[in-house]
């Protein structure tokens, strides 16, 4: 640098020698005032719309805590419902339901997901216009209302060909229905994110395609794999609207059965209480969201726990 | 460090003539092989043959089909859809696309290393025991894992950590590994693709050396792109080039010279060959 800061000895030689420092500051000086605005106005519409996000949600636990908080106790837990004591009445028998429904719902999703994930991306030949019909409509099932899934629950499920009548059975399966499209794709861009390198190595050590998708390439995937359950749970847990058609009573005193006798869950317990006047049921609503929520966050927590363990045993 | 130094003890005059007298073990026989992927062929009416406990390396430029001869040998390219193999490829004198040929059994006997170093994500020791737990090999697992380090020269690099992950491994310490899985299954032939493409030279010097040293058991066939690493390793060379057929439209891969490698590299008989080995193509 010291070189060139040396008086230049022509005019000319200094003309150019100013010229460049000027092109230089030029290039390297501030941006232009104009560009920098659009830039932070940009940042300000991203910020709000975090915020809007957040906000909505915040304002809602909120909420739930300050009407909630006089009812949080133990025996919210373990109490079961009551519409001539609501001042003691609690959410057992709704949360025993909510744990049974979904409890069917992850024993249906896991391996009807995986599997389907794995003949789609693993067996099926896109050359088939089959296989390529089957893909379409699994991403156009994840968009269909849960509404219509609770009456194809009641009508194929409840009744119809498998006739299980108004049981919890009846609310896992279709619940499972409306979830598993959610994980099947779930599952799919899991298992496509194994590299084909790991798929070669395993075939050409001589296993068979079996072998390499078991050993390899679903241990690989799990973690993609949870991240698709968890989301499909989270969905599950909180749907009324199906269930109301299928079953789900408002009122269980007793513990409910996965096979038989009346069951109900968080949402639909919740969604009765809100929908009375009187101000004591309104606190018990409340209070049941808080109730949902710790149940979600307890099943997501495990989940989490469980994607990042494989996560460190894999990467 | 390289075959140069460790050459002397080939060319020990009384062990040539030695070698010269045994008839040569014949693994793979490749006859008039044209391997086409949708119907457009990219190597086209190739014949050579690879001889038992010989390093045979294939080269030539980039889009010779050089790898896709090389996923022939062990029906790799079953997996490419598409893929159609003519000809004949006789492994021990039997026909590998044979009809009651199981591409799995192929690929248990004969091993394949690939360009990339591909360790699964799982620890060094589940690496190697994967094969001998997959094709049911009978005997103590941790034996057969230990052998396999021995014999590709890793063991003692990694005893004290099997139970880490192999992508913690260097590049040329993981592609070694990958050789040490293939060794795991006992196969008899190593297909190696272009093993060394992504290693500096002193990882890219053990392996050449590790192959020398193999050698001694198994039957090797080499792609590489590196005429040197041909030169210092192989003991037979075939020299891929890309011909456009007639009309200009299609291009594909043919064996140009196949010979023992110091007359390739010395006194090779087609001129093409020469202005390639000299680096006056390429």
Known sequence: MAAGDRAPDTARARLAVAGARAGTAATLGRTDRGERARGLIFLALLVLAVTFALTGLGALLVWAGIEGAPRLSLELFTAGPSSLSPETAGYRTAILGTLYVIGGVILLIVPIGVGAAIYLEEYADRRHWWNRFVELNVQNLAGVPSIVYGILGLAFIVRGPASFGFVAAAGSATLALLVLPTVILASREAIRAVPSSVREGALALGATQWQTIRRQVLPAAIPGVLTGVILAVARAIGEAAPLLLVGAVTFVTVDPSFFEGGYSTLPVQIFNYATRPQEVFQVLAAAGVIVMLVVLLAMNSFAIWLRNRYERQFS | ?282
């Open chain 2, 1 to 282: 460090m390289h075959a140069a130094i460790e050459m002397p003890t080939d060319r020990d005059p009384r062990q040539a003539e030695e070698a010269a007298a045994v008839k040569r073990t014949t693994v793979f026989d490749i006859d008039s092989v044209t391997v086409s992927y949708g119907g457009v062929p990219a190597v086209r009416d190739i014949a050579f043959d690879v001889g038992e406990r010989e390093i045979t390396a294939l080269i030539g430029p980039s889009g010779c089909g050089k790898s896709t001869l090389l996923r022939c040998l062990n029906r790799m390219n079953d997996l490419i859809p598409g893929a159609h193999v003519e000809g004949r490829v006789l492994y021990h004198g039997e026909d590998l696309y044979g009809p009651r040929v199981d591409p799995v059994q192929v690929r248990k006997l004969i091993g394949m290393v690939f360009q990339k170093p591909n360790p699964f994500p799982k620890s060094i020791y589940d690496n190697i025991a994967f094969g001998p737990r997959v094709v049911g090999m009978s005997g103590d697992l941790d034996e057969i894992v230990e052998r396999a380090l021995e014999r590709a020269a890793l063991w003692d690099e990694v005893k004290d950590r099997l139970d880490q992950n192999a992508f913690g491994m260097s590049g040329g310490q993981q592609q070694r590994l990958c050789i040490a899985r293939a060794l795991a299954i006992e196969p008899d032939t190593i297909l190696m693709d272009e093993p060394c493409s992504a290693l500096d030279p002193i990882s890219t010097g053990k392996i050449e050396d590790l192959m020398i040293e193999l050698k001694q058991r198994y039957s090797i066939v080499i792609v590489t792109h590196n005429m040197q690493q041909a030169a210092r390793v192989s003991d037979r060379t075939a020299f891929f080039t890309v011909e456009v057929d007639e009309g200009g439209q299609h291009r594909s891969g043919r064996v140009v010279e196949f010979d023992d490698t110091e007359k390739i590299f010395t006194n090779p008989a087609d001129e093409r060959t020469e202005a390639y080995v000299t680096g006056r193509v390429g």
